[in-house]
């Protein structure tokens, strides 16, 4: 469990499988805690759909949530990575301690700030008088335990940043199989429903957490979390490195809040619901192909900082090059399976032919531009990665925008089915500009750290 990857000496092919592969399968376990959640929140007994439409409501609220973690971990890990490539190992301790805190600081401001306003939150976000009672159920269970999610979350990428891969994507394993095996319990075994499902996904997130915390403090971790003062320095430098990744999952919540309030608009009464519980199962699918991917390039990035701190370009480069392969024949396998599997992916949700059939052709339209998506994922990791924060910022907003404009013009000229193109039109457009951003600048950002040598 303790194995450790040598950052700047290990052959850089095998280096980026053994800290991708780990980090992917991390994030496709953790994949579980939606999807199984959904799974069987979508079978219980006569309030199945309207239940799985509740917490595809609630999903971009407590996802939003959970990107705070990453505004700290993915902010701190590389810098961490950065100055231990340097040799300043009294820093890197430094900065592990500060994120620690400013972890706990963080799910305290935010339980403080979401609760009181969950019900306005949650009915602009698409919760009709129908599935508002599960939505406020599994939402308010959730956010009173925002401490174990930000904790076991932030925590695992330090622990992915010294070169634990196999250790983080353990910890997640361990979580997600509690999850699986107490949601079947809480929410038929004892009758809590909705409630049963957050409850299960609480405990979970409590262990992985914890497995954290001991492996950081008591285990073999190369830098120990110890008590140190806070630095309000290393603080804003570690919020300005993760605002990039954290503005992405931010505003990538706020996709889905828009679509669940545009399909509520342009599907009226009639099919307002429907559509919703459909996006709900194609978001589901999506995040099968997402959070690995995100596992894959953010897991990766402490190979690019630690080179790029102990001023490797050439390693930067090469393993750049790996990475990128590997993101898209990943979005390439998923591309496949979205239409050979999809029809058994929606039959895990439910049972009704006509919205199993609605919700089969939304993933096929989902994922219609997969594949250069995976290369969107590693411009900007790899960008955040060397601390371009700006750059990876500006790809990834024009990306956004193009998701925002297509899915309020396209509903508007074609009815309200059409807003699920706006995912493939923005999978094409963005890409291609980041693209073309990469080639020009990524030579330049490591010219210049030649020039410090």
């Known amino acids: 469990m303790s194995a450790r990857n040598d950052l700047g000496r290990d052959e850089i092919g095998k280096l980026v499988l053994h800290i991708a ?6 994030q496709f376990v953790s994949v579980l805690y939606s999807i199984v959640d959904r799974m069987y929140i979508g079978h219980i007994p006569g309030e199945g759909d309207a239940a799985l439409a509740g917490v595809g409501v609630c999903g971009p609220v407590v996802t939003m949530a959970g990107s705070v973690a990453f505004l700290i971990a993915v902010g701190g890990a590389p810098l961490m990575s950065m100055r231990m490539g340097e040799g300043r190992e009294d820093e890197a301790a430094r900065i592990l301690s500060t994120c620690a805190r400013m972890l706990v ?14 019900r306005p939150m949650l009915r602009l976000f698409g919760a009709s008088e129908a599935t508002y009672p ?55 075994l004892l009758g809590w429903g909705v409630r049963g499902a957050a409850a299960a996904t609480v405990l979970s997130q409590l262990v992985s957490a914890a497995g954290a915390l001991w492996f950081l403090t008591r285990g073999q971790a190369a830098l120990r979390l110890t008590r140190q003062p806070f630095s309000a320095q290393i603080a804003k430098k570690v919020l300005r490195l993760g605002f990039a990744p954290f503005s992405i999952i931010a505003v990538d919540n706020a996709m889905i809040i828009a679509m669940n309030a545009v399909l509520q608009r342009y599907g009226g009464a009639a099919q307002g619901d429907m559509l919703v519980t459909c996006a709900t199962i194609a ?4 995040l099968v192909v997402t959070m690995p991917l995100g596992g894959i390039t953010s897991g990766t990035e402490t190979i690019l900082a630690f080179n790029y701190g102990a001023l490797r370009v050439d390693r930067v480069r090469e393993g750049q090059r790996r990475i990128f392969s590997l993101c898209v024949l990943y979005t390439a396998v998923m591309f496949v399976l ?31 531009a997969v594949i250069p998506l995976g290369v969107q ?10 601390g371009q924060v700006r750059l990876a910022f500006a790809l990834s907003f024009f990306r956004k925008l193009v998701y925002f404009i297509a899915l309020f013009a396209l509903p508007a000229l074609l009815g309200a089915r059409a807003a699920f193109y706006a995912e493939p039109v923005s999978d094409v457009i963005g890409p291609a500009v980041s693209i ?11 010219s210049r750290r030649l020039e410090q040598r």
Do not use: K
């Open 21 to 26: 592969l780990p980090s992917m399968l991390a």
């Open 105 to 118: 600081a963080a799910a305290v401001l935010l339980m403080a700030l979401v609760l009181p306003l969950r």
């Open 134 to 188: 599960c939505a406020e159920a599994y939402f308010t269970v959730y956010m009173c335990s925002t401490l174990f999610a930000l904790l076991s979350t932030g925590l695992n990428q330090f622990i992915i940043a010294q070169g634990f891969a196999r250790t983080g994507m353990l910890l997640v394993m361990l979580g997600a199989a509690l999850n699986i095996a107490l949601d079947p319990v809480f929410i038929f």
């Open 283 to 286: 978001q589901s699918f999506m």
């Open 338 to 368: 979205a239409r050979l599997a999809g029809p058994l992916f929606v039959r895990l949700f439910t049972q009704d032919a006509q919205q199993a059939a609605l919700s089969f052709w939304a993933i096929r339209v989902c994922t219609l």
């Open 377 to 386: 994922y590693e411009v900007v990791d790899g960008f955040t990665a060397l």
């Open 436 to 446: 073309c951003v990469h080639r020009i600048m990524m030579n330049r950002v490591l």
